[in-house]
């Protein structure tokens, strides 16, 4: 029995299969990943990976596949990124899952960086796509299978190797006022011992709610140093869905941090294969609900080679009836001898009503390897809460700086000050808005 | 007006009487010891003084300044300049000392209606007070107390008095735990700060700080209440002595 996404999901599919763009293979990508959805349907909390987040039941109906923004749409979203605040990044801006060529930046591209956009590269039918495309998302995941079959738009950045790319890319993807649903899939390769930046960003208006399934696939040469940054502000009525899939080459050195404070609904998966020697890994990550917010980050880190060094760290500060989900699981293969993974994850709940699942799981088939997982979850210390009003802190301002505190610890990680400082405020304004 | 003034005071923890009928008068300028054996109620009394919960007022009365005391929160009576140096300092990890302190002293000032503090200003007066106290740089990049050995924690809670500059200061065994040297540091620290219009209770479980921190008076806890009261050589007394026949007394 199907329910009234799932049906309106495949009439999306069967009436946009034959203009989406891209040659006959990828035609047959879609066609494998739209049988995958059809035979499973929307995940449901029976499934595993989805038992916190079920899909089927929070996804009430499917939205129309959103058009091409309209001039006022595009007008609107010169006005978004604001988060960031004075970093300096090249904007590529996507409307509505669209590219939008006159609101990015593309003057004078770094020598080794090459951008496109993905409803081109499929049109022009470029090679990297075959390479690259559909390699790392997990063919399995239903949400990732909706990608694949009704991407429309996204970004396609390759960097040579030995570039380094000072400027963090910033993909600012913004829902214009429309409830529409958007498909986007970028593709980023990262040559050989190049340095670069992607910062991920989502937001639009609150008041609609439409639907985001946004995937990133990202292939990090050997002796490359990326970076990548997810910030959800989505509009607190909509669905987000999006997944980051990254290989990562030997001796890279590689930064994952989700920030995640917006949407009514939102599941954020990574899925990181440490495929060569030597790499270190830093994954980390903010949430912050409030209302009936609920966010999902659902992790897998996968060891497939030897000497790798993965530090996971999620913290999440749930209000009101917010419900956060964190899922990390590390694998390490049987010859990834000498790991060293260790994830971290807490939830503070600043209410009685909200609610935080943790699921740490550790899969090792290797013998010689140090791995370890911690969960807690628990309100705001007292005892610490009263030694800062002892010394003459308001309530609302020692509860504000704990929670900094607690936060602190994640995006401490983020080696790019600027882009630190922009979330430690971004923080800093949800706790005010708080009050 | 006395800056303090306690009456009949009885306090419970979880249903259990901890104070009871307590009477103390401070007036300004005054130095107040308090001692006696541990589980008399000496930090409780310091406890329900700084508002924590848990710590329940069931009858009496606390005049601080003249004002009811309860009607306060804890950070109204410290910006109203009520100072409890902690018997033990918490950790705060991810809250940076400088920030702590900032944060505290621009609170206060806030509340009562004076301006912030410039960055320059601010950390010129830090830079001195921690001078005095022997508190390196390092310790005040640190987040608060991380780290900081026991000796460590107690000098930060007088860089914080120092910099507070309150009116009533309760100390509660800022001595223990304490060499002979970090001991002096702590006792001219609170010496310094000594003042006509600055009132201390001085909280301890020996003798030795009041030999640097001269008291003028001298008051013995007991199962919750106040049972003798002298000056400077009810301190001496009490180190010959013990508290034994102080302990029988408060057997009801
Ligand atoms: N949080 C608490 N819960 C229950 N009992 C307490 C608590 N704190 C103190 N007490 C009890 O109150 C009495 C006085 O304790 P306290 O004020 O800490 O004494 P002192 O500081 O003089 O050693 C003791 O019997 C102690 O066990
Ligand atoms: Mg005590």
Redesign the pocket.
């Known amino acids: 029995m199907k329910t009234a996404a799932e049906a309106a999901l495949a009439e999306a599919f069967a009436a946009a299969r034959d203009r989406l763009p891209g040659d006959d293979a990828v035609a047959a990508q879609r066609d494998a990943a739209f049988g995958l959805f059809a035979k499973e349907g929307l995940p449901h909390r029976r499934v595993e990976e989805w038992k916190y987040t079920d899909l089927r039941a929070l996804m009430r109906e499917a939205k129309p596949l959103a058009p091409p923004p309209d001039a006022a749409a595009k007008a609107r979203a010169k006005a978004a990124g604001a988060l960031l605040g004075d970093v300096e990044t090249r904007r590529l801006v996507f409307v509505d899952g669209a590219f939008v060529a006159e609101l990015s930046d593309l003057a004078h591209l770094e020598e080794g960086l090459t951008v496109d956009s993905l409803a081109d590269a499929l049109s022009d039918n470029d090679p990297v796509l075959t390479r690259h495309l559909g390699k790392l998302a997990p063919a399995n995941n239903v949400a990732v299978a909706l990608n694949t079959a009704l991407m429309g738009d996204g970004a396609v950045i390759r960097i040579a190797a030995g570039a380094t790319i000072e400027r963090p890319l910033h993909l600012l993807f913004v829902a214009s006022a429309k409830p529409d649903a958007s498909f986007v899939r970028s593709l980023v390769v990262v040559e050989r011992g190049a340095r670069a930046m992607v910062i991920e960003s989502h937001e639009g208006p609150a008041g609609s709610d439409y639907q985001v399934n946004a995937a990133l696939e990202l292939f990090v040469g050997d002796e490359a140093h990326v970076d990548h940054v997810k910030i959800v502000g989505e509009g607190a009525d909509a669905l987000h869905v999006s997944t980051l899939a990254a290989a990562i080459g030997a001796h890279a050195r590689f930064n994952a941090f989700s920030f995640i404070a917006g949407g009514a609904v939102v599941r954020n998966q990574l899925f990181l294969k440490f495929d060569g020697e030597g790499v270190v890994a830093g994954i980390r990550g903010a949430t912050l609900l409030n209302g009936r917010q609920h966010a999902d980050t659902t992790l897998v880190a996968d060891h497939v080679a030897a000497d790798c060094q993965s530090r996971e760290v999620f913290k999440a500060v749930l209000d009101n009836e917010a419900h956060g989900v964190f899922q990390g699981r590390i694998i390490v293969r049987r010859h990834a001898q000498k790991t060293d993974a260790k994830m971290m994850t807490q939830a503070l709940l600043l209410s009685e009503r909200a609610e935080a699942d943790n699921k740490p799981e550790l899969e090792i088939f290797a013998d010689d390897v140090q791995c370890g997982h911690g969960a807690t979850s628990g309100a705001i210390d007292d005892e610490l809460k009263f030694y800062l009003l002892a010394r003459g802190i308001p309530a609302a301002e020692a509860e504000a700086l704990l929670i900094q505190a607690f936060l602190g610890e994640a995006i401490e990680g983020i080696e790019h000050a600027g882009l630190r400082e922009a979330l430690l405020e971004a923080v800093a304004a949800w706790l005010k808005a708080r009050k | 007006m006395p800056l303090l003034e306690i009456k009949n005071l009885h306090v419970k923890?979880?249903g259990?009487e901890?104070l009871k009928s307590l009477d103390l008068t401070v007036n300004a300028g005054e130095v107040h010891a308090i001692m006696?054996?541990?589980?008399?109620?000496?930090?409780?009394?310091a406890y329900v003084l700084a508002g924590k919960a848990?710590y329940e007022p069931t009858s009496g009365e606390v005049k601080f300044d003249g004002k009811n005391i309860f009607d306060m929160t804890p950070d109204e009576r410290a910006a109203a300049g009520l100072f409890l140096a902690f018997?033990y300092p918490l950790e705060i990890p991810g809250v940076a000392t400088m920030t702590f302190l900032r944060t505290a002293l621009n609170a206060q000032r806030k509340k009562r209606g004076e301006a912030e503090l410039s960055t320059p200003e601010f950390i010129k007066r830090v830079r001195e007070a921690a001078g005095k106290l022997n508190i390196d740089q390092d310790m005040l990049r640190r987040a608060v107390n991380v780290g900081f050995s026991g000796g460590e924690k107690k000098r930060n809670e007088i860089l914080q008095m120092a910099l507070l500059e309150p009116r009533l200061a309760v100390l509660?065994e800022t001595d223990s735990g304490l060499d002979i040297d970090a001991l002096k540091i702590v006792a001219d620290g609170v010496n310094r700060l000594r003042a006509l219009q600055r009132a201390f209770v001085v909280?301890t479980h020996y003798q030795r700080l009041l030999s640097y921190i001269v008291p003028d008076i001298v008051h013995v806890?007991s199962g919750g209440r106040i049972v003798k009261t002298g000056g400077k050589e009810l301190a001496l007394e009490l180190e010959a002595r013990g508290y034994a026949e102080y302990q029988e007394e408060a057997v009801e």
């Open positions: 923890i979880d259990k901890i006696g054996p541990n589980g008399s109620g000496k930090s409780t009394l848990g018997q509660d909280i806890l």
